[in-house]
């Protein structure tokens, strides 16, 4: 079956706008979970969305936010972009049963970079 | 406060040596997760094993092996007879067993596979 999808692959923006990512689960996975990723600060968890709602947050400010949709599509946005913003950002999904941490399938990832 | 440590931020060995990829964790939390991902070029991350820390049998996979050991609080990942092809980022990551947990990861140990 098909594996996680990102898009877009690659995205150059400058300081002060804002950038819409967007992530496709494995069918049937109704888990999205996003990270952050620099050379830096290495993978850093954002948030996770199960079922539309938002299941839990890392410590990122307001301004990265997300949604998923019905069909377990999720997007997330970043407003008032910084330079620090730069990043590798990856999608994950997974099945998500009472097994609480299921394998998850990381997609290709977004590369952002904030000029 | 939980952390993963990898303490190896770059490893190079020549084609068919073993590797020992080490991570140490720290939690307060009794029952945990940990994991091992590989980040190949391409950048998906992939998964190779999550460990409950109820069970610390060793385990096997082909030339992959974990040592878990709860009294050292590791979880060591070797490579035996390495490979070109396992040229990648590995991560070491820790997650509670609670809903709200997050999954915390290691900086990642870069390790080369010379020919």
Not at chain 1, 38 to 63: D, V
Not at chain 2, 95 to 110: E, P
Request: proline share 3%; glycine share 6%.
């Amino acid at each position: 079956k098909a594996g996680v999808t990102q898009t877009p692959r690659y995205l150059i923006k400058t300081r002060g706008q804002q950038v819409t990512l967007s992530c496709s689960p494995i069918s049937g996975h109704r888990s999205v979970s996003w990270y952050q990723q620099t050379p830096g600060q290495g993978l850093q968890f954002l948030f996770e969305y199960f079922s539309e709602t938002q299941r839990n947050k890392g410590n990122f400010p307001g301004r990265f936010s997300g949604r998923q949709f019905s069909n377990s599509r999720s997007e997330m946005n970043v407003s008032t972009l910084e330079l620090g913003d730069s990043a590798l950002y990856l999608c994950a999904s997974s099945f998500r049963t009472s097994d609480y941490y299921n394998e998850q399938f990381f997609g290709p990832g977004t590369r952002l970079t904030v000029l | 406060a939980q952390k993963v440590t990898q303490a190896q931020t770059e490893i190079s060995v020549v084609e068919k040596e073993d590797v020992t990829l080490d991570c140490v964790y720290e939690t307060r939390d009794t029952t945990y997760y940990l994991f091992w991902y590989k980040q190949p070029p391409s950048g998906e991350l992939v998964f190779l094993i999550r460990r409950n820390s109820f069970d610390e049998q060793n385990e096997i996979s082909g030339r992959y092996s974990w040592n878990f050991q709860k009294s050292t609080s590791s979880f060591n990942f070797t490579i035996t007879a390495s490979q070109v092809v396992d040229s990648a980022v590995y991560f070491c990551a820790l997650s509670g067993m609670n809903r709200d947990d997050k999954i915390i990861f290691g900086k990642g140990t870069r390790l080369h596979i010379l020919p």
